[in-house]
């Protein structure tokens, strides 16, 4: 049973950090990309992040260039979204998935839409 677990969420003021963690396991394929979503109250879930096991492509949305970073540490199989200069804007309930494949560069997927695997979420709180 894939299972993903997001950790590392918390309250932070606007300017601050976060790092936070998605944990897989049960996850047999070697080929897959994972990302990061966040949901806000009453918005969509948006695509923050992505990352390729192919080739370690990324993406990132424009809200966040520049500002996050997103890793994988396939030895601990745990993917990192590490968060700076964090905004209010930025505060929402975080989710990483996973979805099976291969991908690299603008293949590489970030809507909801074509994500298989979810974890349940870890609520970031930007204080301004």
């Known amino acids: 049973e894939v299972q993903l677990v997001e950790s590392g969420g918390g309250l932070v003021q606007a300017g601050g950090s976060l790092r936070l963690s998605c944990a897989v396991s049960?996850?047999?394929?070697?080929?897959?990309?994972i990302g990061w979503f966040r949901q806000a109250p009453g918005k969509e879930r948006e695509g923050v992040a992505s990352?390729?096991?192919?080739?370690?492509?990324?993406y990132y949305a424009d809200s966040v260039k520049g500002r996050f970073t997103i890793s994988s540490d396939n030895a601990k199989n745990t993917v990192y979204l590490q968060m700076n200069s964090l905004k209010p804007e930025d505060t929402a309930d975080y989710y990483c998935?996973?979805?099976?494949?291969?991908?690299?560069?603008?293949?590489?997927?970030?809507?909801?839409?074509?994500?298989?695997?979810w974890g349940q979420g870890t609520q970031v709180t930007v204080s301004s």
């Open positions: 990352i390729s096991s192919s080739d370690g492509s990324t």
């Open positions: 049960g996850f047999t394929f070697d080929e897959y990309a």
């Open positions: 998935a996973a979805v099976v494949g291969a991908y690299s560069d603008s293949l590489l997927p970030h809507h909801f839409s074509e994500y298989e695997y």
